[in-house]
């Protein structure tokens, strides 16, 4: 239920918050899409198109720029690229708090490696994707720089619409195919495969036709997508990307670049795979959140929610912004909540600097309501918060649960009816507002 719950929010949050989902991809516009999934390093997804059989850049990941510089020479070559590994996009056009403009740098010898990785390795990398906190570099990826005559885009997603795989293909890869996608949608061609047979070499060279890959290179380029099918079913993938798919000098057909995600759901499968998640790219509240079973994405607003159940959350964050207040976060307790994951919730929305208020809004049908307030009352005495904090309880034991509030000496505000608790939230978070970029020192302590 968890990880259905989370998928179905991420979707829609993608629609309604699209500043939380800053790359508007092809693939999440062609097809409903889980955004939250298990995504792998550059250089993980390219040892698995390794053993695959798939044609590769010869490389190798490094964690120092020691490590790097060895690399290179091994490489036995001066044409190289350096390449941050960090789990967002728009790394080329990214920015370093060491000053160094790009994450993916083409260099001419191991030491231009050396001095390039000395500057990403451990610097925080700033994308469109990131945010203004950017998220940390630890390794680099050093490969071959290969040249090529043509570029092509390849994608195999999981689409809805059509009940299986699909592949997403054009002509114009080594660019951004959203763009491609905006502006010359004809040039993108999607296909769907029969997940009872396969993409079979016969079908893919009609793919490869389709994208205007030259003869000689088809039966190559079809090869290597039939492999790269082969491995979206064999490790549960939902995505495989391959930008670009290029034709060399040489006339050989090279998966020059890789982006894979994979189905939580299979991480009872796929052990090894689930154990190379890098914990460091991820939101630490989020870490936090999962850690506790409960779901939570972070957002750009000043109103923390916490809520039972992701249509009540969509909906109170919702009825936030018509009253024109933003909220700062989604907080899905779930259906079977304990005191401590309440009192946990309340941990990691205190943790955010932008809360200036907090709006609790549960709906008790499988959660008991005087569960909530036995968190919420606990977390408040703990953690001594300053800021409002708003109460909307309905449900099983709510008289309990509002006793309990009552007795507890704490000065919750307590509100029957959702739009008057949304009203009340935004208008307590504005004055908290006000008043810190007036400098007054106003605080809204729970103890009385």
């Known amino acids: 239920r968890t990880q259905v719950t989370t998928r179905f929010m991420a979707a829609r949050l993608a629609c309604r918050f699209p500043r939380l989902f800053a790359r508007q991809e092809l693939l999440c516009a062609l097809r409903p ?75 001419y010898s191991p030491k231009d490696v050396l001095a390039v990785s000395n500057r990403m390795i451990g610097h925080t990398l700033v994308t469109k994707q990131t945010g203004s906190q950017g998220r940390v570099c630890n390794k680099v990826f050093v490969c071959e720089r290969l040249f090529s005559r043509r570029e092509y885009y390849f994608a195999i997603v999981l689409d809805r619409a059509m009940k299986g795989p699909a592949v997403i293909a054009s002509a114009e890869g080594g660019v951004d195919i959203e763009k491609v996608a905006a502006e010359s949608p004809e040039a993108i061609v999607k296909e769907p495969i029969d997940i009872t047979k396969g993409l079979s070499q016969h079908q893919a060279e009609g793919i490869a036709e389709k994208i205007g890959m030259t003869d000689h290179v088809q039966k190559e380029a079809a090869e290597h997508m039939v492999k790269l099918y082969d491995l979206v079913i064999k490790r549960d993938a939902s995505l495989l990307e391959i930008n670009p798919m290029a034709e060399d000098t040489s006339g050989r057909v090279v998966c020059m670049d890789c982006k894979i995600n994979f189905d939580d759901n299979a991480d009872f499968r796929q052990k090894e795979l689930f154990e190379l998640k890098d914990w460091s790219q991820e939101d630490h509240r989020e870490v936090r959140a999962t850690k506790a079973g409960l779901n939570y994405i972070g957002l750009d607003g000043s109103i923390g929610c916490l809520v039972n159940g992701a249509g009540l959350a969509m909906a109170t964050m919702d009825i936030i912004k018509l009253h024109g207040g933003e909220p700062a976060n989604f907080l ?60 909307r309880l309905q449900g099983t034991r709510v008289d309990d649960a509002k006793a309990l509030i009552a007795t507890s000496g704490l000065r919750i505000l307590p509100c029957d009816d959702l739009d008057e608790a949304a009203k009340m939230v935004v208008r307590l978070s504005n004055i908290v507002q006000m008043a810190r970029e007036a400098a007054v020192d106003v605080k809204f302590q729970l103890p009385i």
């Open 332 to 391: 899905d307790l779930g259906g079977g909540a304990q005191q401590n994951q309440v009192t946990e919730a309340f941990n990691i929305l205190s943790e955010d600097s932008n809360v200036l208020a907090i709006l609790v809004n549960i709906f008790g049908g499988i959660m008991r309501c005087d569960v909530i307030a036995r968190g919420i009352i606990a977390a408040a005495s703990q953690l001594d918060l300053k800021i409002p904090l708003v109460v």
């Open 33 to 107: 899409t889980a955004v939250r999934c298990l995504s792998l390093h550059e250089y993980m997804s390219m040892n698995l198109l390794r053993e695959a059989g798939v044609t590769i850049p010869r490389g190798e990941a490094a964690s120092t720029p020691e490590e790097a510089y060895e690399v290179a020479k091994r490489l036995g070559t001066n044409d190289l690229v350096v390449k941050a590994q960090v789990l967002a996009g728009g790394r080329g056009k990214g920015r370093f708090d060491s000053g160094l403009e790009g994450g993916v740098k083409i260099v």
